[in-house]
């Protein structure tokens, strides 16, 4: 490692990426010698990169079809629009996420009904049975935010309930699952971020997975595949674009080859590689933390099979200045923490209050108080035990600090 790591101040950067792997930088390479970024030719049978990126992503989740867009966000987009989403429709989602997916329903045209957060970062059930009931929504999108996976059998038999179709925001979730069945196969369709900050990245990308044919046909055809959807590998029958492609219009959303190279050499061993890496310096971190005082970690059960890529904790029995005092004082020592708690939306944070497109924010109590101690910390994959270690010092010292002086 290149960073020093006393207590009094951590050299590192929280935002590290690794590189690509080799495989992916030959690819990238000798896509770039070639000139075809673009996913479609007019001529030519073999699949492409961004084609074989949905083969081998599709195979790789057990599902018979994937396609490839330019973002998350996109893909949420796709996905709810795909399902029958219509301008003024209302849609369930949690309250805890970030701002893409609330932009997705806005993209989407349709009015969020956001649903409550618990203490342990995961959608509030009795909530969502509630909001189901009293808004006759028929479509939830819900988050894995920072990777917490709520019971998905409960979840599903709530859904199941009211015939809600379920669309999976699995942004922070590849690689995870709840009770051995993967996330983002559990409803109707599963959205994957490549951005640079997940967990496969190629810079900007996203994955929808599912197994209607008739959402796939629709996706392929709405992220901007002109007539040239036989190229796709991982899509149905050309009988299921018959009933579409006079009624699907072209969003250009479509991921380009390179990106697609990139990512396919992040799939399978490599991701199975990093997500092991990554729980182990979760539990590095958590064990750090485990026994302070005014610090909570989220409760996870042994059915949630989570990729602990960042971690959360809250700050309790201390108020907002002690908390600000706190996170202050991590950040001069080289930790960096992210605050669900601020005013104002700050870098990739923001929370329910700021998106004020949609009107009046929705009023949330339990939200309120949970996210207002909620601090978030990303978990590069360069941490050693150390590192961990002594972030666990210098956030406990500056909680102690802040709370004695307050
Ligand atoms: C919880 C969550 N969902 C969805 C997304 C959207 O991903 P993308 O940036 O690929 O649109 C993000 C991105 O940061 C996210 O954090």
Request: charged share 15%; proline share 5%; aromatic share 8%.
């Amino acid at each position: 490692m290149n960073h020093a790591t006393t207590p009094e101040h951590l050299q590192l950067d929280l935002t590290w990426q690794e590189p690509i792997p080799q495989p992916g930088v030959a690819a990238a390479m000798a896509l770039m010698e070639s000139g075809k970024l673009h996913r479609y030719g007019e001529t030519g049978a073999k699949p492409g990169e961004a084609a074989s990126l949905e083969a081998d992503f599709a195979a790789e989740m057990g599902m018979p079809y994937c396609i490839a867009m330019n973002s998350c966000g996109s893909a949420m987009f796709a996905a709810l629009r795909c399902s029958g989403v219509r301008p003024g429709d209302m849609v369930l989602s949690n309250c805890f996420t970030l701002a893409p997916v609330p932009g997705a329903i806005a993209h989407a045209g349709a009015v969020p009904v956001l649903v409550d957060v618990t203490e342990d970062l995961l959608i509030d059930l009795d909530d969502l049975r509630a909001k189901a009931q009293a808004s006759g929504a028929k479509t939830l999108l819900l988050s894995h935010m920072r990777g917490h996976i709520c019971n998905m059998d409960a979840l599903s038999a709530v859904c199941a309930e009211f015939g809600i179709r379920l669309i999976e925001d699995c942004a922070h979730t590849m690689g995870a699952g709840w009770n051995g069945k993967a996330s983002g196969t559990w409803g109707i369709a599963g959205c994957f971020s490549l951005q640079s900050y997940k967990h496969a990245n190629s810079g900007e990308g996203g994955l929808l997975v599912t197994h209607d044919a008739d959402l796939a046909a629709q996706a392929v055809l709405l992220s901007g595949s002109y007539m040239l959807y036989a190229s796709h590998v991982a899509r149905p029958g050309p009988e299921v674009f018959e009933r579409w492609k006079y009624h699907t219009p072209n969003f250009s959303l479509r991921m380009s080859n390179l990106p697609a190279a990139l990512a396919r050499a992040q799939l399978g061993a490599v991701l199975k590689d990093r997500c092991a890496r990554w729980n182990q310096r979760y539990a590095w971190l958590h064990d750090a933390l485990m026994d302070a005082p005014h610090i909570r970690l989220p409760l996870r059960p042994p059915q949630e099979q989570f990729v602990g890529s960042s971690l959360q904790f809250s700050l309790v029995g201390m108020d907002r200045a002690q908390m600000q005092a706190a996170i202050a004082a991590c950040a001069r020592s080289g930790v960096h923490i992210k605050w669900f708690g601020a005013d104002e939306p700050v870098g990739f944070t923001s929370v329910w209050q700021h998106w004020r497109y949609f009107g009046q924010a929705q009023s949330l109590p339990r939200a309120e108080a949970v996210l207002g101690g909620l601090c978030d910390l990303r978990l590069p994959l360069s941490l050693t035990q150390t590192d961990c270690e002594t972030i666990g010092q210098i956030i406990r010292r500056a909680v102690h600090a802040a709370q004695t002086s307050g």
